[in-house]
């Protein structure tokens, strides 16, 4: 009984919790999914009922199939991108030196203001004419003309990775430094007495042993990455043409902009299942990679 009474404590306590999540997640999750099959404006109340035309229009719209292929590219490239920078530099500043403290400080300051402004930022330093930042400096240094960073298809694609990269390998550099500083020292020092090297120790000790920051760091940069609107929005606008549209942003055009909210919410839908799986096949992948290395 007295087991009974405190189990019943716990969910009164997580009843709020519950509450708020089906309020702002279940329930608008829910009510997409109906909206998805009608007209609806957004606006008006009457609308009609127009079973799944809607998601037959999703893959025959150029801005939404190039925003899903950006955005996919988007995901996987700055994924393998910070995750190639953040555990060397995880492990040079788990290194012991007088300003080790005020380096992690300032690695991990970008991820700290809004992505919509540090796009913006990025966006003077990038402008693709003679007086962006970074144009200037090539000038002087190089004597080159004037880049088109935001302006050219290849390059403003490369350009919001390269940012969004910049703006997260310092946290996700954290993370991995939280899981260095969890590695006993004995493992490195019974390696050193086997005659193992750096490099050796590195490949059979540190990288098997940040498998669960692994874990969680790509989950959460590839949902992250799949998700993104600021950074590629405020930098190029979507453009050149629909080449840096992300699929966030096109579900925002055609809902808001354009006042197709039942193909937005079809839109949503079918984003939804695509995180859902990319997610799930992520996760159970790396646990088993996990459970390789244990």
Same mark, same amino acid.
């Given at each position: 009984?007295?087991?009974?009474?405190?189990?019943?404590?716990?969910?009164?306590?997580?009843?709020?919790?519950?509450?708020?999540?089906?309020?702002?997640?279940?329930?608008?999750?829910?009510?997409?999914?109906?909206?998805?099959?009608?007209?609806?404006?957004?606006?008006?109340?009457?609308?009609?009922?127009?079973?799944?035309?809607?998601?037959?229009?999703?893959?025959?719209?150029?801005?939404?199939?190039?925003?899903?292929?950006? =955005?996919?590219?988007?995901?996987?490239?700055?994924?393998?991108?910070?995750?190639?920078?953040?555990?060397?530099?995880?492990?040079?500043?788990?290194?012991?030196?007088?300003?080790?403290?005020?380096?992690?400080?300032?690695?991990?300051?970008?991820?700290?203001?809004? !992505?919509?402004?540090?796009?913006?930022?990025?966006?003077?330093?990038?402008?693709?004419?003679?007086?962006?930042?970074?144009?200037?400096?090539?000038?002087?240094?190089?004597?080159? !003309?004037?880049?088109? &960073?935001?302006?050219?298809?290849?390059?403003?694609?490369?350009?919001?990775?390269?940012?969004?990269? &910049?703006?997260?390998?310092?946290?996700?550099?954290?993370?991995?430094?939280?899981?260095?500083?969890?590695?006993?020292?004995?493992?490195?020092?019974?390696?050193?007495?086997?005659?193992?090297?750096? &490099?050796?120790?590195?490949?059979?000790?540190? %990288?098997?042993? %940040?498998?669960?920051?692994?874990?969680?760091?790509?989950?959460?940069?590839?949902?992250?990455?799949?998700?993104?609107?600021?950074?590629?929005?405020?930098?190029?606008?979507? !453009?050149? !043409?629909?080449?840096?549209?992300?699929?966030?942003?096109?579900?925002?055009?055609?809902?808001? =902009?354009?006042?197709?909210?039942?193909?937005?919410?079809?839109?949503?839908?079918?984003?939804?299942?695509?995180?859902?799986?990319?997610?799930?096949?992520?996760?159970?992948?790396?646990?088993?990679?996990?459970?390789?290395?244990?």
């Amino acid at each position: 009984m007295v087991r009974l009474l405190r189990q019943l404590q716990f969910q009164i306590f997580l009843l709020p919790i519950l509450i708020v999540y089906t309020l702002f997640s279940i329930y608008p999750l829910f009510k997409s999914l109906l909206l998805s099959f009608t007209n609806f404006d957004g606006y008006t109340k009457a609308f009609d009922f127009v079973g799944i035309k809607n998601y037959k229009l999703i893959f025959s719209d150029d801005a939404i199939v190039s925003g899903m292929s950006y =955005t996919l590219m988007f995901a996987i490239f700055s994924t393998l991108l910070i995750t190639v920078l953040a555990i060397p530099l995880a492990m040079i500043l788990d290194q012991k030196f007088y300003t080790s403290k005020l380096h992690r400080a300032i690695f991990f300051f970008p991820s700290i203001p809004s !992505g919509l402004l540090l796009a913006y930022i990025w966006g003077f330093i990038l402008a693709p004419i003679s007086s962006g930042v970074l144009n200037k400096v090539l000038k002087e240094l190089f004597n080159l !003309g004037p880049q088109p &960073w935001l302006s050219d298809p290849l390059l403003a694609k490369l350009s919001t990775i390269a940012v969004a990269a &910049w703006a997260s390998a310092g946290w996700h550099a954290v993370l991995y430094l939280a899981f260095l500083q969890s590695i006993s020292r004995d493992y490195y020092e019974a390696a050193a007495i086997d005659g193992a090297n750096r &490099w050796q120790q590195i490949r059979y000790i540190t %990288l098997p042993l %940040l498998s669960p920051a692994m874990t969680i760091s790509v989950m959460l940069l590839l949902t992250g990455g799949l998700k993104v609107f600021e950074i590629p929005f405020a930098l190029t606008r979507g !453009g050149p !043409g629909f080449e840096t549209h992300t699929i966030t942003q096109v579900i925002v055009l055609r809902g808001i =902009t354009e006042t197709q909210y039942g193909l937005a919410s079809a839109m949503s839908i079918v984003f939804f299942l695509i995180v859902l799986l990319i997610a799930y096949f992520q996760v159970t992948l790396m646990q088993k990679r996990e459970e390789r290395n244990r």
